[in-house]
């Protein structure tokens, strides 16, 4: 078999390896209040929940979203109202024609309604959340793996003219500074204007565009062992450039989140976790974001006049500090490793 062909094959699978995994049916008509305990339908694994969150502690505003369920951080991967929150009282519904998120006086915040007739929904192991096609259970009339926000997972699948956008801070859920956009067969992450969405500059591609088609990107693959490439059209894979060889881990959760300071980064948590143990980066791009945007727009990304505050640039020295920890753990042999373990 060519070497090429079993990823390919691999790749064309994902779709139907999620709607095999199972899923609870989620009926016509069921609805989500954020006023009530019924606030989240759960992943058959409980893994991952989508429903109402508390936004930021306000017991008044509240955020349509999906989640990590089993962390104690309850981390967010997808939203739908970021730049409206939804006030105490709202309700969620699931209709023929969609999901429908109202307000108390019934007025339309936001809405998932898609070209084809729902039959039903399903939060799915892989944190996607379906709407299944009316007749056929095995199409997805909607999913929230092609509606992304500012995190992919391991399954998902970016295809060409696929955006993700940074939150506007870490707790502000709002459209940020900060695009990846998968366009013209290449990733590119880009700097905006805000609150104008106006583009300044690409400060990262990953030039896998080619004036031959089938020589270009054509799919952004975040994989089930947690490894993120790109794919094209003629079904070479080109692995990222800057990021290191994951091994996999079973027992880790993963995402890969375009963060509020312009950093796209890959981050792993034990899934048996306490309580003191949290997201860690694995890998970024770019390297150094601060050195990648200075001057360019004021002060760029860090210090004076800048996007971040000091005490981002500080989270941001850290995170980085971490990614570099984890590439020397894994360059330990695992004989070695397993010995400081034990001691």
């Known amino acids: 078999m060519d070497s090429l062909a079993l990823p390919c094959l691999i790749l064309l699978c994902f779709p139907l390896l999620q709607f095999l995994s199972a ?30 969150r508390q936004l930021n502690n306000n017991s008044d505003l509240f955020l349509l979203a999906i989640w990590f369920n089993k962390i104690p951080e309850r981390t967010i991967v997808w939203h739908a109202n970021g730049d409206n929150p939804a006030p105490r009282g709202s309700t969620l519904e699931l209709t023929a024609t969609g999901l429908l998120l109202k307000d108390p006086g019934g007025k339309t915040i936001w809405d998932g309604k898609p070209d084809k007739k729902v039959s039903d929904a399903a939060m799915l192991d892989t944190g996607n959340f379906v ?10 009339a909607w999913q929230s793996f092609k509606n992304p926000t500012d995190t992919i997972l391991p399954t998902q699948i970016l295809d060409l003219d696929s955006v993700l956008i940074s939150r506007l801070t870490e707790t502000n ?15 590119k992450l880009i700097s905006v204007a805000w609150p104008s969405r106006f583009q300044y500059k690409i400060y990262y591609t ?40 994951l091994s996999p881990r079973v027992d880790h959760y993963f995402r890969a989140t375009l963060d509020f300071d312009g950093v796209l980064a890959e981050y792993a948590h034990p899934k048996n976790s306490s309580t003191n143990q949290s997201w860690f980066p694995t890998r970024t791009l770019p390297d150094d974001m601060c050195r990648r945007l200075f001057n360019d727009i004021g002060s760029g990304t860090c210090g004076f006049n800048s996007y971040l505050s000091r005490d981002e640039y500080f989270a941001q020295l850290t995170r980085a500090a971490l990614r570099q920890l984890w590439r020397m753990l894994l360059s330990k042999p695992r004989a070695s490793r397993t010995r400081e373990e034990s001691n």
């Open 23 to 52: 899923a609870t049916t989620i009926n016509l008509g069921s609805s989500l209040s954020s006023t009530t305990s019924n606030s989240s339908w759960l992943s058959p694994s409980e893994d991952f929940a989508f429903g109402f």
């Open 131 to 140: 709407l299944r096609a009316s007749g056929n259970n095995s199409d997805y």
């Open 206 to 245: 990953s030039n896998t565009s080619s004036a031959n088609s089938s020589g270009s990107g054509h799919q952004l693959v975040f994989n089930e062992s947690a490894d993120i490439y790109i794919v094209k059209d003629n079904g070479q894979i080109v692995q990222l450039p800057q990021w290191a060889k």
């Open 173 to 187: 859920f709002s459209k940020g500074r900060f695009e990846l956009r998968f366009s013209n067969g290449s990733l």
